[in-house]
């Protein structure tokens, strides 16, 4: 069957179907139950008594896969579910393993547009609802926004993380989660692997920077806190990452196995309280890090694979009884020590309730099986994390309607009303860092004609792109006739003359900065660029610590990402449309002289 028609009445079961179809659940309809109420665990575990182990394991397991549709990927992605998993569909992979969750990637197919994603979603639930002892599947996915999004347009699109702790209104993060929420929920994504709760301590962090709040412990706890609120009012699990804190290292766990060098005091202070804050909130889930931290386990094991950190600092210091989702298991750091058919069993041994992403599905899923058979793992074991994986899909009411509607999609998607509140919050996230002899705001009467110069990257989250043009055609209908010019973050000898030879024929350039180091070709572009004796405003699309490269420009905006919605706010700060109101959320240290600050948490300048 063929997965369109997600919601109609000849292609969704009803919700009484679905409820009778799931084991365990049918008591609740005898005694006239209403249809929304979740079943409490004394049906939970009725639902899991009747499971055979093979259902228990799957049910721990949350896999990526490939295509568009549950049932009629396109080929290629037919053949790369074969390759990988031995089946071509989602809908058999889940018959195959009886998942508990699947998780979306736009790289795997899943996420083309919002009716697509509904129709996915609605194929996924009928393939597993039409097992024996069908349960709901949790769908997944990283919404984080700013850098990281698998959802794109014509999906609302907020700033990243530590824009929005240029922002710093609470009030802000919490919009976002409740507006991002809903969009996921009609979508049938019920889970966020969002916020990012790392406080980002060191400006070298190659994985986390910008996805993180900022680098004060309160202020982060502020917004996770919110962020976390606006999700879970909105009917979505928000997940607390990465515990216990990925903000203070120079290696990036995808690729490496990072250490934290933070005591146990440092960690209490600098760590714990975006965390602390989230379960106080309600957190729904929290995923792991791949990181060792010596202070709080020095048996050298990454903390996903640490019961001292995840059960005795996690379960019991922090009170925490939510799900722990390990971070995706094909990962450099958590692979370093340990092969994949042992990662799951020690992962599982250590606290964690959901296997995220392993990287060879079948291993991992028999190796978690053949645990249990030679007693290295108990069925209670596996019980305990079934049973907070089905109270949370009770929670977000799978069980009572796992199915969404195109209608839901079309009134709740990226409706006017979202993209404004979006266009609302960014444009108090800009952050303007240098405004030497007052450049800002430039004037369409003064400097009508503008060069907008620099790299332009993929879009990180679907925007439309690439970044000159956006800013580009932003301050043209702003009222200035701006000409994009791609440059590059490496940009040659030849690409920098032509950069020179088009300022000559304009009022002022506007030119992009992305990570710049202390022998990027960048500085050598914007230097000659100044030479030219034409304003220059420049713009740091990343990170905020690219101002300290450059103390000749006399203008510096931070915007912390280069997606539409920033690059707009940006456009209109530029213009004097709006005056700059962010304010850094981190500390930027000198180039010369790490150790001494060059501005301030906290410092930002307005017009």
């Known amino acids: 069957m063929q997965d369109t028609g997600a919601g109609t009445p000849a292609s969704v079961p009803s919700r009484r179907t679905v409820l009778a179809a799931t084991a365990g659940v049918t008591a609740a309809l005898a005694m006239g139950a209403p249809a929304y109420a979740a079943p409490d665990d004394d049906r939970l575990r009725a639902l899991i008594s009747r499971m055979t182990l093979e259902e228990k394991v799957g049910q721990l397991f949350v896999s990526r896969v490939y295509g568009h549709s549950a049932t009629e990927p396109d080929q290629a992605d037919a053949d790369a579910n074969l390759a990988q998993f031995g089946v071509r569909t989602a809908a058999e992979l889940i018959a195959k393993y009886r998942l508990g969750g699947v998780i979306y990637f736009a790289w795997a197919h899943n996420t083309r547009d919002p009716q697509q994603i509904a129709a996915l979603s609605n194929g996924i639930q009928r393939a597993s609802l039409g097992l024996p002892r069908g349960l709901p599947v949790l769908v997944s996915t990283d919404q984080e926004h700013g850098i990281v999004a698998r959802v794109g347009k014509p999906a609302t699109l907020f700033p990243g993380a530590m824009a929005m702790g240029a922002g710093g209104s609470v009030s802000d993060a919490r919009t976002l989660g409740r507006i991002a929420g809903r969009e996921l929920r009609a979508m049938g994504i019920r889970q966020d692997y969002s916020p990012v709760a790392d406080v980002n301590v060191n400006p070298a962090n190659p994985v986390i920077g910008v996805r993180s709040f900022g680098a004060d412990p309160q202020a982060v706890a502020g917004l996770v806190a919110a962020e976390v609120t606006g999700y879970q009012k909105s009917g979505v699990a928000a997940t607390a990452k990465h515990f216990p804190?990925?903000?203070?290292?120079?290696?990036?766990?995808?690729?490496?196995?990072?250490?934290?060098?933070?005591?146990?005091?440092?960690?209490?202070?600098?760590?714990?309280?975006?965390?602390?804050?989230?379960?106080?909130?309600?957190?729904?889930?929290?995923?792991?890090?791949?990181?060792?931290?010596?202070?709080?386990?020095?048996?050298?094991?990454?903390?996903?694979?640490?019961?001292?950190?995840?059960?005795?600092?996690?379960?019991?210091?922090?009170?925490?009884?939510?799900?722990v989702v390990t971070d995706a298991l094909d990962m450099a750091g958590v692979r370093t020590k340990y092969g994949d058919d042992r990662v799951p069993v020690l992962a599982l041994k250590a606290g964690v309730d959901l296997l995220l992403n392993a990287p060879e599905l079948d291993l991992a899923w028999n190796a978690v099986r053949q645990a249990v058979l030679d007693g290295e793992l108990t069925e209670a074991r596996l019980e305990e994390s079934i049973l907070r994986v089905l109270r949370l899909k009770a929670k977000l009411g799978l069980f009572a309607e796992p199915y969404v509607s195109p209608r839901g999609v079309e009134h709740t998607v990226g409706t006017r009303g979202h993209l404004e509140a979006a266009d609302?919050?960014?444009?108090?996230?800009?952050?303007?860092?240098?405004?030497?002899?007052?450049?800002?705001?430039?004037?369409?009467?003064?400097?009508?004609?503008?060069?907008?110069?620099?790299?332009?990257?993929?879009?990180?989250?679907?925007?439309?792109?690439?970044?000159?043009?956006?800013?580009?055609?932003?301050?043209?209908?702003?009222?200035?006739?701006?000409?994009?010019?791609?440059?590059?973050?490496?940009?040659?000898?030849?690409?920098?003359?032509?950069?020179?030879?088009?300022?000559?024929?304009?009022?002022?350039?506007?030119?992009?900065?992305?990570?710049?180091?202390?022998t990027s070709a960048q500085r050598t572009l914007v230097r000659r660029l100044l030479e030219t004796g034409k304003p220059v405003v420049a713009v740091a699309i990343r990170n905020p610590y690219d101002v300290n490269r450059f103390p000749s420009v006399r203008a510096y905006l931070a915007t912390y990402s280069w997606t539409d919605v920033e690059l707009r706010a940006a456009a209109r700060v530029i213009a004097g449309r709006v005056s700059p109101r962010g304010r850094l959320p981190v500390p930027v240290q000198r180039a010369d002289d790490p150790t001494a600050v060059l501005y301030p948490i906290g410092y930002g300048l307005s017009y």
Do not use: C
């Not at 060069?451 to 690439?466: E, I, M, N, R, Y």
């Open 245 to 323: 804190g990925h903000g203070d290292t120079a290696v990036d766990s995808h690729y490496g196995f990072p250490t934290i060098t933070h005591t146990r005091e440092q960690w209490e202070t600098l760590d714990e309280p975006p965390f602390r804050a989230a379960i106080e909130a309600g957190i729904d889930s929290i995923m792991t890090a791949h990181i060792l931290v010596p202070a709080l386990d020095d048996s050298g094991d990454p903390a996903t694979l640490s019961r001292p950190i995840l059960t005795g600092v996690l379960r019991e210091r922090l009170g925490y009884d939510g799900v």
């Open 424 to 518: 609302r919050i960014a444009e108090r996230t800009t952050t303007l860092l240098v405004n030497e002899g007052s450049v800002l705001p430039l004037s369409p009467r003064r400097q009508r004609k503008l060069l907008v110069a620099g790299p332009d990257l993929s879009s990180p989250s679907g925007t439309t792109g690439p970044p000159t043009s956006v800013l580009a055609g932003a301050l043209t209908e702003l009222g200035f006739t701006a000409s994009p010019l791609t440059t590059g973050t490496s940009p040659s000898a030849a690409v920098i003359e032509q950069a020179v030879a088009a300022a000559a024929d304009v009022d002022a350039v506007v030119v992009t900065t992305y990570n710049v180091s202390a």
